[in-house]
């Protein structure tokens, strides 16, 4: 049986109809995922935010092509966190990214009860607040990155404790974000033969310059710096005071050794971050919040300023020096 030509219209028309079905698809490929980030105080270009873009673009997510990001800073003003957060989820974002303190989950938990939810959860506890079920199993909308402040204050009590011989005094920096580890640091500082001289930036007289000149009016030998979004906002300064008032500084991240805090203990925020952007890499290709587990680090960083130990006159133990993963000359 011969077969007959299609017309060259008919042709002409099932050609366009080809195309036109595969347009939907293509547009299906290019879509722009849409990610809200929530902060307390933090600029967008923060170190560890830098580094969650990073490993976005690693993960195949390029802003400007498929990739749109809606940064929104609350600048301290814990206040401002629910219409931030109430305008991402007008934006209908496709995750939300919320780090630093409990007020902006609960800002975005508020805003949205359908909307999954990335934490760094660097000063809280998501479990016991009741924001997860379990770290295993979260369960709702909010998944991420967890880690357990308060337990690790009494180790770097003891870390400082060892840097600065004799050490019988120490002054601790406090604000609305430290309650739980200064319930922490007491037990532990008694524990060590430890005095401590609990500063609250909130009381002092001049905010946080008026905490660190009481700290050094008062004789204490050394300065410890608890995890709060202000004081990582303002670690430069602290570093600076610090030094001014000659006194050795333990703190909580890298981040604060850096800009010249005498030592740091804690988890590579960094890392964190980057481990957030794979979260938001599985939601967007369709896994549930609620069966990925929250994560917590494993691996602590002990960082080492020896030119602060210097100008401070300080010759840090080499028990120390051994332990350190990095030190800064």
Do not use: W
């Not at 195949?60 to 989820?89: C, D, H, K, M, S």
């Not at 990925?292 to 028990?319: D, H, Y």
């Amino acid at each position: 049986m011969r077969l007959r030509p299609v017309p060259r219209l008919v042709a002409l028309g099932l050609a366009l109809g080809l195309v036109m079905a595969l347009v939907p698809c293509r547009a299906q490929a290019r879509k722009i995922v849409r990610i809200g980030v929530l902060s307390t105080v933090n600029p967008r270009s923060a170190p560890f935010l830098v580094t969650l873009e990073q490993r976005l673009r690693e993960l195949g997510y390029v802003e400007g092509q498929n990739l749109a990001i809606e940064f929104r800073n609350a600048e301290g003003r814990l206040e401002r966190l629910p219409t931030l957060a109430a305008e991402l989820a007008r934006l209908d974002v496709d995750v939300i990214v919320a780090f630093g303190t409990e007020a902006t989950l609960k800002a975005a938990r508020r805003a949205t009860s359908t909307t999954p939810i990335v934490v760094v959860a660097i000063d809280y506890d998501p479990v016991a607040l009741g924001y997860v079920t379990t770290l295993a199993r979260p369960g709702g909308t909010v998944t991420g990155v967890f880690l357990r402040q308060p337990e690790l204050t009494a180790k770097r009590l003891e870390l400082l404790k060892e840097a600065v011989p004799g050490l019988s005094r120490v002054a601790i920096v406090a604000d609305v974000y430290t309650a739980d580890q200064l319930k922490e640091a007491e037990p532990a500082a008694r524990s060590l033969g430890l005095r401590l001289q609990v500063l609250d930036t909130r009381t002092s007289p001049g905010g946080l310059a008026g905490a660190l000149e009481a700290a050094h009016s008062s004789r204490s030998a050394a300065l410890l710096i608890l995890a709060s979004p202000i004081f990582f906002h303002e670690r430069a300064r602290i570093a600076e005071l610090a030094l001014r008032h000659r006194l050795p500084t333990m703190s909580v991240a890298r981040e604060f050794a850096e800009a010249g805090a005498m030592i740091s203990y804690g988890a590579s925020f960094s890392g964190m971050f980057r481990r957030a952007a794979d979260y938001v890499d599985k939601i967007v290709r369709g896994a549930r919040p609620a069966a990925l587990p929250v994560e917590q680090p494993t691996k602590f960083e002990l960082v080492v300023n020896l030119k602060t130990a210097r100008a401070l006159g300080l010759t840090i133990p080499q028990t120390i020096l051994v332990r350190a993963d990095e030190l800064i000359h």
